[in-house]
């Protein structure tokens, strides 16, 4: 099953798997190629002469040309999917690092946003801390028993409101800056993502054009009648 997260999907598949079918591709290719030339090599065979061992020879050839091609064709299919492979290889790097940044752009909004409403609760905390502080400040100084440190705990409480307001726009900025973040991994990885399908639809339509290159050799019944002489 493909690991997704974030809208990022890392893609299915072995990139191995395919380089082994790469492989395994060259392999029937060249082993083609060598059943071709034998069967060249068969088309002479001065012990035989006349008519009918000329259309077996022609017919050897033949036969033999499009065994040759059917190796190109191999040959061809096997780069294909070599190439796929890479792509497939750099899709899974690429997916799964913006799926990492994701999700440590992620923790980073989560740790900013805690952050931010810390600091706007103890913002908060301290403005009423400080309007109390007045309150009873005013209250004592109609009674007529000023509370003289009441200003300078006023002016302390207003000061770490102020202090908590920074804090907070600095939490605020480093939410918007993981938010940023975290959307440009998950662009990342659909882009990775999108590019593969498409490399792997264009290999899909290469490898099914393939069949269009390979000759249709003459069969055994296409050989004209009367020819079957020594």
């Known amino acids: 099953m493909a690991e997704a997260a974030f809208g990022i999907r890392v893609p299915d598949g072995d ?17 083609f190629e060598r059943s071709a030339a034998t069967l060249r090599d068969s ?25 040759a091609a059917g190796g190109e064709v191999m040959q061809m299919a096997a780069g294909i999917v070599n190439r ?73 409480a207003l000061a770490e409101a102020e202090a908590a ?6 939490a605020e900025r480093a939410r918007e800056r993981a938010v940023a ?6 662009r990342a990885g659909n882009r990775a993502e999108r590019e593969y399908e498409e490399a792997a639809d264009a290999a899909a339509g290469k ?7 390979l000759p249709q050799p003459l069969g055994a019944t296409s050989i004209p009648a009367g020819y079957g002489g020594p």
């Open 84 to 156: 796929l492979a890479g792509d497939l290889q750099e899709a899974k790097k690429a997916t799964k690092a913006a799926l990492e940044d994701a999700k440590q752009a992620d923790s980073r909004r989560e740790t900013a946003e805690r952050e931010l409403e810390q600091a706007q609760a103890d913002a908060g905390s301290a403005r009423y801390r400080a309007m109390e502080i007045g309150r009873a400040a005013a209250v004592s100084a109609a009674t007529g028993n000023p509370d003289p440190g009441a200003e300078v705990a006023r002016s302390l």
């Open 181 to 186: 973040d975290l959307e440009e991994a998950k």
């Open 43 to 67: 088309s002479t065979a001065p012990w035989w002469t006349g008519t009918a061992s000329l259309h077996f020879a022609d017919r050897c050839v033949s036969h033999a040309d499009a065994i």
């Open 15 to 31: 990139p191995g798997a395919l380089e082994g079918a790469a492989g395994d591709l060259r392999g029937g290719s060249g082993a």
């Open 165 to 170: 307001d920074e804090r907070a726009a600095a």
């Open 207 to 213: 490898i099914g054009a393939l069949a269009g290159l």
